[in-house]
C-alpha cells in the first residue's frame, strides 16, 4: 500500500492520511476486514509521527470506517467501502470547487479553465500513481 504525504500542500498531515485510508478502501485496496497496518509501520512508511498517525485512525474509527479487534489491532468495517466511495467523490469534488473558485476569481473564463483542465489530464495520464499500485515511470 503506497501513502504519501505532502507537507506543502495546506492540508493537514493527519487528514492526509486519512483521506488516503478512505481512498484506498474505496478503491478496495483495503477491504472489509482486513487489518489495518500498525500505527508504527505507517508512521515509517511515511516518515511522520506515530501520534500524527494514531490521530487519523482516531477519527476514521469516530467515523465507523475503521474499528479496533482487540488483540489484532484495526480493520476496516462492514460497509465502509460504500461510504468512503461517496466520502472520496466529496473531497475531491470539493477540493476541484476551490481551484475553480480561484481561477474564476482570478478572471480566467470557463473556457481557459476547461482547456487547462484538458491539457493538464492529457500530462498526467498514466503518471500518477494509485494508492495500492507501484510508482509509473
Not at 1 to 24: E, H, W
Not at 89 to 115: F, N
Amino acid at each position: 500500500m503506497l501513502f504519501t504525504i505532502d507537507p506543502s500542500n495546506g492540508v493537514a498531515i493527519y487528514l492526509q492520511i486519512v483521506r488516503q485510508i478512505k481512498f484506498a478502501i474505496a478503491e478496495r485496496t483495503l477491504r472489509p476486514g482486513q487489518l489495518i497496518p500498525s500505527v508504527r509501520a505507517l508512521s515509517q512508511q511515511m516518515t511522520v509521527n506515530p501520534n500524527t498517525v494514531t490521530r487519523a485512525l482516531q477519527d476514521l474509527q469516530a467515523e465507523g470506517i475503521v474499528e479496533t479487534l482487540r488483540g489484532k489491532g484495526m480493520v476496516v468495517c462492514d460497509g465502509a467501502t460504500a461510504t468512503c466511495r461517496i466520502q472520496r467523490q466529496e473531497i475531491i469534488a470539493d477540493r476541484i470547487t476551490g481551484v475553480l473558485t480561484e481561477a474564476l476569481s482570478a478572471g480566467l473564463s470557463g473556457k481557459e479553465v476547461q482547456q487547462i483542465v484538458t491539457r493538464k489530464l492529457k500530462a498526467l495520464e498514466g503518471k500518477v500513481a494509485q494508492i495500492g499500485s507501484p510508482v509509473p515511470d
